[in-house]
């Protein structure tokens, strides 16, 4: 006889056991040390009513960049948005208020990485005064601030410029979502920002906003 399946239950952490969670996975991903939690049938069984994840992942579309893997974890545990170079839509704002809202997220991750395909691209753009066809202008468009701030800064490099990104993106965020900012402001949420190393694989934190996290 099977041995019953108990729903899924909200884990409950704070943004700060969240963080250290999400660490603490990479970590493993990064010294081959991967567990592959809650990947098996009984874990699929217990999510079939509803999903509670501990955070939110906001990365590049990248394939190189599975954020479930990278930071070793499985079904359930994180709500995943990807676009190209982190471009934010009024999609992904709903997306993201959604995951707090409903979802009862404590933590939200801007994910960049080093070598950005739409950030190149962006970068090229801006030097060439040449945009692309079609959607992929979009892209473009809205990763060029992040282009622009690194060349006045002085910071000239792609990584730079998606460090940069990286940022500029979590701050629109939280300037124009009222729900996220209101989540912040009480407590129950951080936002952090995270630059992925392709070649080691280690996510090294770049940005963080939310008094409940603990600096650096």
């Given at each position: 006889?099977?041995a019953?399946?108990?729903p899924?239950e909200p ?11 999400l ?19 009984s874990?699929r ?5 509803a ?6 992942i906001f990365?590049?579309?990248?394939s ?7 930071f ?8 995943v948005?990807?676009?190209a ?6 999609a992904?704002l ?17 994910l960049?990485h080093?070598?950005?395909g ?8 801006v030097?060439s005064?040449?945009?692309?066809r079609?959607?992929q202008?979009s892209l ?9 701030e ?8 792609v990584?730079?410029m998606?460090?940069?990104?990286v940022?500029?993106?979590?701050e ?5 979502s009222q729900?996220?900012?209101?989540a912040?402001e ?5 936002i ?13 934190l ?8 603990a600096q650096?």
């Amino acid at each position: 006889m099977n041995a019953e399946i108990r729903p899924s239950e909200p884990q409950n952490l704070s943004p700060q056991e969240a963080w250290e969670k999400l660490r603490e996975g990479n970590a493993r991903f990064v010294q081959n040390g991967a567990e592959h939690p809650n990947q098996d049938a009984s874990r699929r069984q217990a999510l079939a009513a509803a999903q509670h994840p501990f955070t939110t992942i906001f990365g590049c579309s990248d394939s190189r960049l599975a954020a479930e893997i990278i930071f070793d974890l499985g079904l359930g545990d994180a709500f995943v948005v990807r676009t190209a170079g982190q471009v934010v839509a009024d999609a992904v704002l709903g997306t993201l208020e959604y995951s707090v809202e409903a979802l009862n997220v404590p933590l939200i991750v801007i994910l960049g990485h080093d070598s950005c395909g739409a950030v190149t691209a962006t970068k090229g753009a801006v030097e060439s005064g040449k945009l692309p066809r079609g959607f992929q202008r979009s892209l473009v468009e809205r990763i060029t601030p992040a282009v622009l701030e690194g060349q006045r800064t002085g910071s000239t490099t792609v990584n730079d410029m998606v460090v940069e990104n990286v940022r500029l993106v979590a701050e629109r965020i939280l300037d124009q979502s009222q729900c996220i900012a209101a989540a912040v402001e009480r407590g129950e949420l951080a936002i952090v920002g995270l630059f992925y190393n392709l070649s080691d694989g280690k996510a090294e934190l770049i940005y963080q906003h939310g008094d409940a996290l603990a600096q650096g």
